[in-house]
């Protein structure tokens, strides 16, 4: 019998799983989403497209947070390996981290699955903005600009980061509000918080911090 792994890699279904759902720990088959109240349609989430800067003391189910990652920058079509969202030239350099009370875990579009970065709660270092730490979820955008080099100076990869991070954002967006979810793209983060809480390389850029939780 394999090793029990304390930190396995999570992804939708393995989520699911570490949830907690006795069914499936009991071989019945799993959901394939998460139980939330039915999806609108893209024209009826486009109407409830709004910030929300406001969140109510709920946690966001494991499985609705793995749905939420994938449609952030998930890989919809697994022949190609291409995303839920556009990237200037296809470049997609996105990369989306999560923080929530239990630490920081990194999502990988190619499994999607997340492995964890950290076990600490850096959700009150994110930004100066203090509605950020107040979401159970706090997603990280960040840029690899080395993928960017076809952009000849360092501030047109950083336009191209913010624009393609933005676009991944407003699928976040469009999923919250198909979901009953709320959610806020903040722009004013702390870049050097972040990059040291997550240690990231200097051609690590981050763009954005998008606070998501339920409405209060």
């Given amino acids: ?58 946690p966001i189910d494991p499985g609705l947070l793995a749905e939420l990652l994938w449609a952030a920058f998930g890989v919809n079509r697994p022949e190609t390996g291409l995303h ?5 030239h296809g470049v997609a350099d996105v990369r989306v981290h999560v923080a929530t009370a239990e630490g920081v875990l990194a999502y990988d579009p190619a499994t999607d699955a997340t492995t964890q970065v950290t076990p600490e709660d850096i959700r009150p270092a994110l930004s100066p903005q203090p509605f950020v730490a107040t979401a159970p979820a706090c997603l990280i955008f960040v ?3 080395a993928k960017l080099q076809a952009a000849p100076t360092e501030d047109e990869r950083r336009f191209w980061a913010t624009v393609n991070a933005a676009i991944a954002a407003e699928n976040v967006y469009l999923f919250a509000a198909a979901r009953g979810l709320g959610t806020c793209l903040v722009g004013g983060l702390d870049r050097a918080a972040v990059s040291a809480r997550l240690a990231l390389p200097p051609e690590l850029y981050p763009t954005f911090v998008q606070p998501v939780g339920w409405p209060a």
């Fill in 143 to 145: 840029s690899e600009l």
């Fill in 1 to 58: 019998m394999p090793a029990f792994d304390p930190h396995p890699p999570l992804s939708r279904r393995s989520l699911l799983v570490t949830a907690g759902l006795a069914p499936a720990l009991l071989g019945a088959p799993l959901p394939l989403r998460a139980e939330t109240p039915a999806e609108l349609s893209v024209t009826e989430a486009l109407r409830n497209r709004r910030s929300t800067r406001a969140f109510a003391d709920r």
């Fill in 84 to 88: 839920t969202a556009p990237t200037w």
